[in-house]
């Protein structure tokens, strides 16, 4: 059986507004398909609905959130939405790892379509209702402004990455609700194509929602009896909020910023909530950004931008100005790689030879957010994706001082603990990861402590970058040429380079390019051995994945290579670059017949994917695009799970839940 994820044609239902009437048009195929009497009557017993109200269930106090989490969408125990990343690449020393970005894409990475060179709203978090109108615990009591709430956050312009204009702003603002709704999205339902009483659904044809049988789709595959199909279903309507500026501050660069807040990377704001207005069941507030792009006369430039980071929110009662500091040790940046300069490699090549491969020691961040001084001890466990525990290191215990007084930990147990142990072949794999897992222990009593991890991949491909890109980079003019410097550990085959390009506000680095690989001529590019031409940028509907362009052949390679590209126009490609690891030296350029090395501190987000080609099975007979996938392959238990993958072309359908 088999699911299609269809895009999508919707007469939208008219909304409650008086005086106003919405329209849109609804092509429709000929040869349409109609619900059957008795199938039309069950779905209106059992599933017809026009449209739904959802109405949150308010969370009490205390409300916190430190972004400590796997994921990177806020968490919806707390927040409403998606627009900000939670990462730890962003911000520059933060208070905890783990701090929300706010810049000028959607959850999608797609740039907002109201972006402008001006001021343009971009991303809000915005908290689920809060009951500030009663406490329940340790016994219920009514609040009010004597009960002295407050609410308080760290934040930090730019980061690691781009500064927010003096016309971009970060703002705070309070709300409740105002009793009206408003639409908030399509929701949908999958039902089996059997309901059309037909044999065969054709490419072309509409199907009508058996929901609402204003709402069509235009079908993209052929469809048959036991097959199902995902249509839209249920407007969703959400409480209307009445939102109240509260705060806000004007965009700077990280420099100007510290120059101004005693050098402090984040600065920590305060705010009484004191009117009689906020105390009731529905309060909410969120924070938003407005951000600008880039001039259009320079429309290849114009990508994400303008970046905010906020960590560490509270909101709680009996409080004060003066409750700057935090019961809590904690880790701050990201876990790092155990790996000497890549953030990833061929499991291949580094079993070849791992104590190459791997570096000396860690780099770690750890800190009081406590007035005094506090006791922890420090360790990592790593292990395999079997779940074994490899090996393990054992920092023992000291003395913290307060963060505010001392700045990070200098222990060199915690600042800088070896990296212990090699991680043999495991039988003829040819991938696999380990996780590596930081714990701090402080008092038990008070419940201190905190764990980080990283997984450290090990499959088919090198990698300098992290995954996110903190900056887009190009070259100009046409003809220009850039090559990235990648050893080897032994010979191996280059089969694929992946790419990241970063979405423009109107696609303009879509441009042709040419795929290039070359040799090494005394530690730079020598002469070009591959060339693939009229290449495209291309894009995922989601946050930060890669563009894999695969060689017409796979080609044999050793010792030191070069990937990269050729420039078919003077257009920006707009690459992803990572400015966490500078590997620049690593990184040449090309413009005027001589080879340089990049200037610019940080790693593009280029991959050379080597090794066997994965096992390829017979294909679907009517398409060579992929649409499912079987894990694990090959089945060690008879046990298979089948994942269905999202239909490939069509990026801009609506989400369906």
Not at 180 to 201: A, F, G, H, L
Not at 280 to 300: K, T, V
Not at 338 to 350: A, D, I, W
Request: proline share 7%.
């Amino acid at each position: 059986m088999k699911y299609f994820f269809i895009s999508i044609l919707i007469a939208l239902l008219a909304v409650d507004l008086p005086g106003q009437e919405i329209l849109t048009g609804l092509p429709v195929n000929p040869a349409v398909k109609q619900v059957s009497p008795q199938q039309q009557k069950a779905f209106e017993q059992n599933f017809l609905k026009s449209s739904k109200l959802e109405i949150p269930q308010p969370v009490r106090l205390p409300f916190f959130d430190d972004f400590k989490q796997p994921g990177i969408f806020p968490d919806t125990a707390r927040w409403m939405n998606n627009d900000v990343y939670i990462n730890s690449d962003f911000p520059l020393f933060p208070p905890s790892w783990g701090a929300a970005t706010f810049d000028a894409i959607d959850s999608k990475g797609n740039i907002y379509g109201n972006a402008n060179p001006l001021q343009f709203k971009a991303d809000q978090l915005i908290s689920r209702p809060i009951r500030l109108d009663s406490i329940f615990s340790p016994a219920a009591k009514a609040l009010s402004p004597a009960d002295s709430i407050y609410l308080s956050f760290y934040y930090q312009p730019q980061g690691i990455g781009n500064d927010p204009q003096p016309q971009d702003s970060l703002v705070l603002h309070f709300g409740y609700y105002t009793g009206n709704t408003t639409y908030s999205r399509i929701d949908s339902i999958t039902v089996p194509v059997d309901i059309y009483d037909v044999d065969t659904i054709f490419p072309g044809d509409t199907l009508f929602s058996p929901c609402d049988f204003s709402w069509g789709m235009r079908i993209l595959d052929t469809l048959y009896r036991g097959d199902m199909v995902t249509l839209p279903c249920d407007s969703v309507f959400v409480p209307e909020t009445y939102w109240q500026p509260v705060w806000g501050v004007p965009g700077s660069t990280l420099e100007e910023f510290r120059a101004a807040n005693d050098s402090q990377y984040f600065k920590q704001i305060f705010i009484p909530v004191i009117d009689s207005l906020w105390f009731r069941n529905d309060f909410q507030f969120r924070l938003m950004n407005y951000a600008s792009i880039a001039s259009d006369n320079l429309q290849s430039w114009q990508s994400n931008c303008d970046y905010w980071n906020v960590d560490y929110i509270v909101l709680d009662r009996n409080r004060s100005r003066l409750d700057s500091t935090h019961r809590d040790v904690t880790f701050s940046q990201r876990a790092p790689s155990f790996l000497k300069e890549f953030t990833s490699m061929p499991f291949y090549q580094y079993s070849n030879n791992p104590g190459e491969a791997m570096g000396t020691a860690f780099e770690m961040f750890i800190s009081n957010l406590d007035n005094g001084n506090q006791t922890v001890q420090y360790m990592y466990e790593v292990y395999n994706d079997l779940g074994q525990r490899e090996f393990d290191y054992d920092g023992g215990s000291g003395d913290l001082q307060p963060y505010n007084v001392s700045g990070f930990s200098d222990y060199s147990n915690f600042a800088n603990p070896s990296v212990k142990g090699e991680y043999a072949p495991f039988g003829n794999r040819d991938s696999i990861y380990f996780d590596i897992r930081h714990y701090l222990q402080g008092d038990p009593e008070l419940g201190l402590g905190d764990t980080m991890t990283f997984r450290q991949k090990l499959y088919d491909y090198y990698a300098y970058d992290d995954g996110s890109a903190e900056f887009g980079y190009g070259l100009t003019p046409a003809g220009a040429q850039l090559a990235y410097q990648f050893k080897l550990y032994q010979r191996d085959t280059l089969r694929a380079v992946d790419f990241y390009f970063n979405k423009t506000l109107k696609g303009t680095n879509q441009q042709f390019f040419t795929l290039a690989v070359w040799n090494d001529l005394n530690g730079q590019p020598g002469n070009l051995i591959y060339a693939k031409e009229r290449r495209k940028p291309q894009f995922t509907d989601s946050l930060y994945q890669f563009y894999r362009v695969p060689l017409d052949e796979a080609l044999q390679v050793q010792g030191t290579i070069y990937v990269g590209w050729i420039q078919n126009t003077s257009h920006n490609l707009n690459v992803g670059f990572d400015a966490t690891n500078d590997v620049s030296r690593h990184i040449f350029y090309n413009t005027t017949g001589t080879w340089a090395r990049s200037s610019y501190k940080g790693a593009l987000m280029i991959r050379p994917v080597l090794g066997k080609p994965p096992d390829t099975q017979a294909k679907n007979k009517s398409t060579s695009i992929e649409l499912f996938r079987l894990a694990p392959n090959p089945s060690y238990d008879g046990q298979l799970t089948l994942k269905f993958l999202n239909y490939p072309g069509y990026t801009n359908e609506p989400e369906f839940v």
